[in-house]
DNA sequence: CCCATTATAATGAGGT
DNA sequence: ACCTCATTTGCTTCAC
DNA sequence: GTGAAGCAACGGTTCA
DNA sequence: TGAACCGTATAATGGG
């Protein structure tokens, strides 16, 4: 499941990832609260739509686009907190959480970490096969996050994601460990995903 | 109740307010979270912890420091996190949250914006009557929070907080909408709460 | 292959 | 409902 | 009383 | 276990 968190908008998207690098939109969905209620029930409607989809779905993975700040702290502490809702979701499910920044994102769906919104939509149609453009914008988003965690995570490759079983202890720590002890003799498919979990572990 | 958020280590503190401006502390928990689990699962645990307090004391308002970014967007943005799922918990519950700035809470107890932390301690400690300083750093900005939140909106004064009774909408707007339409003629009190609540409400 | 440089967002309000 | 455009912290304190 | 300026924190690691 | 100190973003792109 990919997630474009936001406060006004948070995007939700789940897909299941095919070995031969394409995919299938399972849902998507866009949460919307409005600048009239309290913060407090605009976080709270969001956590309570990534529940229902978490439990709905029960997905092997959240990825979601990690939380970015330049110029802007209010807006940034506000999407920070909604983000937060939504991965303690998915830890209460046991589910990993994974994180990836914008550039990875955007990188990884179109081979070129400054595209602009149009190509990475339209990669996502093709991707996903989708019959025309992704409604609402931050839809698009949600989908090439999760795209972009199938890929560097290897789902379909060679190695898939194992789904953590216990709610005190990070799911990848293992694997993690086990990857990081040989760190040499490896395909760049390999480096790619060792990479990003290291990175993705940091956070 | 009131909250210090962090990611690291989140203060909360329990304080039953008295109309003579002093206080009684009911409870103090510092719920610390260390940096090898990982994020998503401190995260909950902080949410947790929040859960079981709201649950176990039902307090009638959860007042909480507002997040502050300047030069360090990773910590601003891991506090915000935290900070969501607390007060997503309160407005599951119908609590209403209020948020204070460092300045307020230091400026409410101490009648100086720009007090060290010892001057705090000493006068949390005296306001409450407390035996000693408060033992974990954070339980002593926990516990300011609470307090100024007291104070400014008039807890104790001639005016209370009315807890909050509907999910969907914010509490406080019907007082505050009623308040905003009288906005004269009103005591020094009343005039404070007014303000407090018009700045709480923006966020 | 390694190093230096640089680009990066989201909200709220208002109009269509 | 979608899209476009402009904005980008807030409070205490001190000086006047 | 009004207006202008300055300042605010936390996480990770290491040591006692 | 608790206290003190230091740093404060990251990753893709392009060039050496």
Chains 1, 2 share one sequence.
Request: charged share 20%; hydrophobic share 45%; aromatic share 4%.
């Amino acid at each position: 499941m990919g997630v474009d968190p936001g406060l006004t908008r948070c995007g939700f998207a789940v897909v299941q990832m095919q070995p031969n690098r394409s995919g299938e939109s399972l849902h998507v969905e866009v949460k919307g609260t409005s600048s009239d209620e309290d913060l407090a029930v605009r976080i709270l409607a969001i956590q309570r739509a990534a529940e229902q989809l978490l439990d709905e779905f029960a997905p092997d993975v959240l990825a979601i686009e990690r939380v970015f700040s330049s110029a802007n702290a209010p807006t940034a502490i506000a999407t920070a907190q909604a983000s937060g809702v939504v991965i303690a979701a998915a830890a209460a499910r046991g589910i990993p959480v994974a994180w990836h920044t914008p550039s990875e994102v955007k990188a990884a769906v179109t081979d070129d970490g400054r595209a602009d919104k149009d190509a990475v939509a339209r990669m996502v149609a093709r991707i996903l096969n989708l019959p025309g453009l992704p409604k609402p914008v931050d839809a698009t988003d949600a989908y090439a996050v999760a795209i972009c965690h199938g890929w560097r995570s290897g789902v379909g490759a060679k190695f898939n994601m194992t789904a953590a079983t216990a709610t005190h202890q990070g799911a990848r720590t293992a694997l993690q460990k086990a990857a990081a002890q040989r760190s040499t003799g490896m395909t760049a498919a390999q480096r790619a995903w060792q990479d990003a979990e290291r990175r993705a572990a940091r956070r």
